[in-house]
T-cell receptor, first 116, second 108 residues
Framework: DVKVTQSSRYLVKRTGEKVFLECVQD?????MFWYRQDPGLGLRLIYFSYDVKMKEKGDIPEGYSVSREKKERFSLILESASTNQTSMYLC???????????????FGPGTRLTVT | KNEVEQSPQNLTAQEGEFITINCSYS?????LHWLQQHPGGGIVSLFMLSSGKKKHGRLIATINIQEKHSSLHITASHPRDSAVYIC??????????FGTGTRLQVFP
């Protein structure tokens, strides 16, 4: 079974803190994704990585950065957390190319981040 | 207008009822994904389909590519089916475009 794990289920941080969210997958997937999920807005893509050290901005990258130094690990960084970044953060991974279209993405359990 | 629209947004049902959730999209796609999210956040994949119909237990998913429409059906619904159901489409990249989800509550 594919496993996508995230470093924390719940996290509370103060405004201005630097926040690291980690995601690890064990299926040798090429692609990894970070989403945030907010009521009424659904899932929105923050950043996407299609290979080690490669990244692409999603729909809402402002205020976030990412790091992918190893294939299995994709980190989301909030350089200076703000209250409007309070949200559920979900990581996902998938194979690349046509395989992605056949088997889809696998999601982690999510991290509920509260910034006070 | 969202590229992926789901209806209804909220749905309540009595145990045993037949349930239908609809998804319409306005872009060309290579596949469509139905996802389930239980309270607590984790998302699991129910179906990936690019044509026709798929069935898994009490769940059936259909897609009509010409009409740009997909439906998720649950037969003999049960309280444990209570969750948010999300439709997502894949275009010619690896990225998903998500609907905003349908919140289903099934009461005993």
């Amino acid at each position: 079974d594919v496993k996508v794990t995230q470093s924390s289920r719940y996290l509370v941080k103060r405004t201005g803190e630097k926040v690291f969210l980690e995601c690890v997958q064990d299926m040798d997937h090429e692609n990894m994704f970070w989403y945030r999920q907010d009521p009424g807005l659904g899932l929105r893509l923050i950043y996407f990585s299609y290979d080690v050290k490669m990244k692409e901005k999603g729909d809402i990258p402002e205020g976030y950065s990412v790091s992918r130094e190893k294939k299995e690990r994709f980190s989301l960084i909030l350089e200076s957390a703000s209250t409007n970044q309070t949200s559920m953060y979900l990581c996902a991974s998938s194979f690349g190319g046509v395989t992605s279209g056949r088997v889809g993405q696998y999601f982690g359990p999510g991290t509920r981040l509260t910034v006070t | 207008k969202n590229e992926v629209e789901q209806s209804p947004q909220n749905l309540t049902a009595q145990e045993g009822e037949f349930i239908t959730i609809n998804c319409s999209y306005s872009v060309g796609i290579s596949a469509l994904h139905w996802l389930q999210q239980h309270p607590g956040g984790g998302i699991v994949s129910l179906f990936m389909l690019s044509s026709g119909k798929k069935k898994h237990g009490r769940l059936i998913a259909t897609i009509n590519i010409q009409e740009k429409h997909s439906s998720l059906h649950i037969t003999a619904s049960h309280p444990r089916d209570s969750a948010v159901y999300i439709c997502a489409v894949i275009r010619n990249t690896d990225k998903l475009i998500f609907g905003t989800g349908t919140r289903l509550q099934v009461f005993p």
